[in-house]
């Protein structure tokens, strides 16, 4: 089991920056792939950013690529993304997901391939 907390979420005007981190604790040296998700209310969770542990083999979304960038501190055991050029409709819930032996693998960017999640964190961005 690897324990996932994010933080830095917030609300900002369009246009601006946000870094969301997610720190993991617990057998983190079982994880092949870590991932940042996101959601609203009424729809379902989406996949926005996702990379591989060990080879930094990155996936994004095409409604974030060139704006966002994940990325993988291992000496902090940390995942980042870093969201530049926001927009009104990135407004959701941010999730910070792990995937360790156990799980299918049914894509990098999809939902059910993760099996540790945190509870996540709001961004909020204004226009």
């Known amino acids: 089991q690897v324990q996932l907390v994010e933080s830095g979420g917030g609300s900002v005007q369009a246009g601006g920056s946000l870094r969301l981190s997610c720190g993991a604790s617990g057998y983190i040296n079982n994880v092949n792939y870590m991932a940042w998700f996101r959601q609203v209310p009424g729809k379902e969770r989406e996949g926005v950013a996702a990379m591989m542990s060990n080879d930094g083999n990155r996936w994004y979304d095409d409604s974030v690529k060139g704006r966002f960038t994940i990325s993988l501190d291992n000496a902090k055991n940390t995942l980042y993304l870093e969201m530049n050029s926001l927009k009104p409709e990135d407004t959701a819930m941010y999730s910070c997901?792990?995937?360790?032996?156990?799980?299918?693998?049914?894509?990098?960017?999809?939902?059910?391939?993760?099996?540790?999640w945190g509870k996540g964190t709001q961004v909020t961005v204004s226009s």
């Open positions: 997901a792990a995937r360790t032996p156990g799980s299918d693998y049914y894509g990098a960017l999809i939902r059910d391939t993760y099996n540790n």
